[in-house]
């Protein structure tokens, strides 16, 4: 039940680790934004992709995420895939004009297959920028960043600190949880509970066998933990200091700054229908956009490095 | 010094039954009372009565010459604390550092004295190269000494401990109990009200406190207790090994002193 590696935390002090988490979420969301935003010509699409890519992928080497945990968290993808090839072959997008190859009777259409490529790059880029995220930042600082977000909610009695308290909870229980259940389903296979074969109904019912006892118990922890934080002195109403300070250093002034800037470069190049071959804007951008990338990975050479020594 | 004072607690959790019926003891400054009794006789409901979980009858416990209400409900939790019996749930915070600065956040502790307080009190119970780590990768023992430290942390007069051993391996119960003796020895002036069924423990303590059903049916220091054993069958409690076969001995003649060691009672009666 350890095989969660999907979003887990990696320790390292990389400068990704040591940006502060809201800067980490904005960076993250303006980061989806540019990798979603659409392109007048396929061209356009597949450099910019390609671009984002190598930047992606860099930032994953800096953040020390295995490859291995990269493949993983794209396995989920493989169905997706194949999915949206299947639908986009057979209801090409409206402007498919040039016929790739034939199956039998059906046209396999360029168009098809770009659009196919461009739907699972973004998907790719998203899943492994999210990755990026929560194997650099701390669950716990995390929910802070979070909590800071909704700050201004609070306003309008959104109960922020309540919200980022229970998903930290939440959180923290999660491992805990997954050995409960994985105990329970060892406790009940014992008793002739067969979770992997059978009938759905039979299987069903091994299920609730699961389920139950796990909510029970769930219940129960959720009962003393409030006890014992009630009896610790903890009052969501009241103040309380902090021992976990979000610090927003140089470093997270310049990656906003980018990122941003990145951000905007590419609303602005979605926005002007600029032509790969009319247009001299695009090298300029694309110039930019290097620069930017080598300078992270720059900096996050110069940093491992001195990590290193 | 009397720090609490509990007169005539009656506690029912359906208005039906009485789980705590008329108890009545008080806490005195360095003391160490153990509770003993059998499930169900109210002692976990006697503890959560003390830190103001459950609510008391009115006028039923002071605490540091206050009455216990919701007034003064917070001075008081500041210098009570209570280890309950599960380790993973009180364990609040993701790591270690982070459960024990819980209890300062609480206490509205200063950011920039925290990381000190944090070291100090993990250090004392042998936690100190554990700080960084999450709960799943603590075994139970140490788990249950970080609550020792994030009480101790926050610096209180009386601890209660709710068969915080209990759910142990007996490396983990060996742990948590030098903890303890060591945290008394350093300060005499705690107080230490421990809920058990090991009577090892219990008679190790300056005061036991029998409860059944509800109501107190002994409270002595251990020594006069165990002159009783008769308190023992009624309240379903099981004497230690030792005390059984002392007795039974005693029954069959061979008249061996209590006190006497493991080794000095087999010297003595192969005799
Ligand atoms: N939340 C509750 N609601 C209703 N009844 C309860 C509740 N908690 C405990 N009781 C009942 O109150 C009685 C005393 O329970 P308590 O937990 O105080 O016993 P205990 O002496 O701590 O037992 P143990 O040795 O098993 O921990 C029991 O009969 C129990 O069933
Ligand atoms: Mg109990």
Redesign the pocket.
């Known amino acids: 039940m350890t095989n969660v590696s999907l979003g887990r935390y990696v320790p390292y002090n990389s400068f990704i680790h040591r940006m502060d988490a809201r800067n980490k979420i904005f960076c993250l969301i303006a980061l989806m934004v540019a990798v979603f935003i659409s392109y007048p010509t396929y061209e356009i699409t597949f450099i910019v992709g390609g671009a984002f890519a190598v930047f992606v992928f860099a930032l994953l080497m800096i953040s020390h995420v295995s490859v291995k945990d990269i493949f993983k968290s794209l396995r989920v993808l493989w169905f997706f895939i194949i999915v949206l090839l299947i639908i986009n072959i057979f209801i090409p997008p409206r402007d498919a004009s040039n016929v790739a190859f034939a199956m039998g009777s059906v046209n396999v259409y360029w168009e098809a297959i770009f659009q196919s490529l461009k739907i699972i790059l973004r998907l790719v880029l998203m899943i492994e920028l999210t990755m990026i995220l929560t194997a650099t930042t701390k669950p716990l600082d995390l929910t802070y960043g979070l909590e800071w977000y909704l700050t201004p909610l609070k306003l309008i009695k959104f109960p922020a600190h309540e919200v980022a308290m229970t998903i930290s909870i939440a959180l923290r229980f999660i491992p805990t949880l997954l050995d409960e259940t994985d105990r329970i389903m060892k406790a009940q296979s014992s008793r002739g509970v067969d979770f992997k074969h059978g009938k759905i109904s039979s299987r069903l019912k091994a299920i609730v066998s699961l389920i139950i006892p796990l909510f029970i118990s769930a219940f129960q922890r959720s009962e003393e933990l409030a006890d014992s934080m009630e009896a610790r002195g903890y009052d969501p109403k009241a103040k309380r200091t902090r021992y976990h300070i979000l610090r927003f250093s140089l470093n997270d002034l310049f990656t906003f700054l980018l990122v941003g800037a990145i951000m905007s470069g590419t609303i602005i190049l979605s926005h002007y229908e600029f032509n790969l071959q009319t247009q001299s804007f695009i090298p300029w951008y694309c110039l930019i956009l290097i620069c930017i990338f080598i300078y992270v990975i720059i900096v996050g050479i110069i940093d491992a490095t001195r990590r290193k020594a | 010094m009397k720090l609490i004072e509990v007169n005539n607690l009656v506690f029912s ?2 208005k039906k ?1 009485n ?2 019926d008329g108890v009545s003891f008080s806490v005195e400054s360095g003391k160490y009372i153990s509770i003993i ?12 009565l003390l830190i103001g979980l459950l609510e008391a009858n009115k006028d039923s416990i002071k605490a540091f010459d206050m009455e216990l209400n919701a007034k003064n409900l917070r001075a008081i939790r500041q210098r009570v604390g209570i280890v309950f ?1 599960n380790p993973d749930n009180q364990f609040v915070g993701s790591t270690v550092r982070d459960d024990i600065a819980f209890g300062l956040e609480n206490r509205q502790i200063p950011h920039d004295q925290m990381d000190d307080i944090i070291n100090k009190f993990a250090a004392k119970v042998n936690m100190l190269d554990f700080l960084d780590k999450e709960p799943e990768n603590l075994s139970g023992g140490q788990k249950q000494r970080v609550a020792i430290a994030g009480i101790l942390a926050m610096n209180p007069d009386v601890i209660i401990f ?2 915080a051993t209990s759910m142990l391996d007996p490396k983990g119960k060996r742990e948590v109990r030098e903890s303890i003796e060591l945290m008394r020895k350093e300060n005499p002036n705690l107080s230490i009200i421990s ?1 058990t ?1 090991d009577l090892e423990e219990a008679f190790s303590s300056d005061e036991v406190i029998v ?1 059944q059903k ?1 109501k107190i049916v002994a409270d002595d220091n251990p020594e006069n207790i165990l002159e009783k054993p008769g308190i023992f069958v009624e309240s379903g409690v099981d004497l230690p090994f030792k005390n059984k076969f002392l007795n039974l001995l005693s029954q069959a003649g061979i008249e061996i002193k209590n006190d006497e060691s493991l080794e000095r009672i087999v010297e003595e009666l192969c005799r």
């Open positions: 959790y359906d039954i789980v705590v009794g059998h499930n169900g006789s109210g002692k976990s409901t006697i503890a959560k019996q709710d068969e809920i069924h409860l509800g």
